[in-house]
């Protein structure tokens, strides 16, 4: 019994067809509360800075022109095993290799537009929640 905290972001093709709410109603379902979360457009410097981790990657250019199409949705989770309960909740990075029920199967475009992003390991969670949220904006 392990309380967490998980970044995620609704990526802009989430905002732009207006399902930012199908896509928390999932995550809260799962048993995951929102106890931050804001709307904003990233700047390329941000996104650049967030997938660092990736830069030396063939899509890391076209991955940060998406991330500052439009706006996100950043949010921070809490609950039980949170890091892997929502990386399970999202489904594989291609949608078509998503299992049955996840947000990407339901709602991913493609593999590049696949509408959410969740921290990978919880040392980078603290990480990403640093990233966008000071201590003062996480309510739980
Ligand atoms: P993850 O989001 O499932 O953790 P990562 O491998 O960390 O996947 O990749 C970060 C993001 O980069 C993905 O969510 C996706 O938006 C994009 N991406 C990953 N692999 C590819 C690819 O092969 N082509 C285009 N975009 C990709
Ligand atoms: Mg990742």
Avoid: W
């Avoid at 399902?19 to 410097?45: C, F, P, R, S, Y």
């Avoid at 940060?64 to 892997?84: D, H, K, T, Y």
């Avoid at 299992?99 to 537009?113: L, V």
Wanted: proline share 2%; with cysteine.
């Amino acid at each position: 019994m392990t309380i967490q905290r998980t970044f995620s972001i609704l990526k802009p093709d989430a905002t732009a067809r207006n399902i930012t709410g199908k896509i928390n109603a999932k995550i809260e379902h799962a048993g995951l509360k929102i106890v931050a979360q804001k709307k904003l457009m990233l700047t390329l410097e941000q996104a650049q800075g967030f997938y660092a981790v990736h830069k030396e990657r063939a899509f890391f250019n076209d991955l940060c022109s998406f991330m500052i199409s439009g706006p996100v949705v950043v949010q921070v989770l809490e609950g039980e095993n949170a890091v892997e309960k929502y990386r399970t909740l999202m489904g594989s990075t291609n949608p078509t290799n998503a299992e049955e029920g996840t947000i990407r199967k339901e709602f991913a475009e493609s593999i590049e537009a696949n509408t959410v992003h969740g921290s990978d390991s919880l040392e980078n969670a603290a990480i990403e929640i640093s990233y966008f949220f000071s201590s003062l904006e996480i309510v739980g």
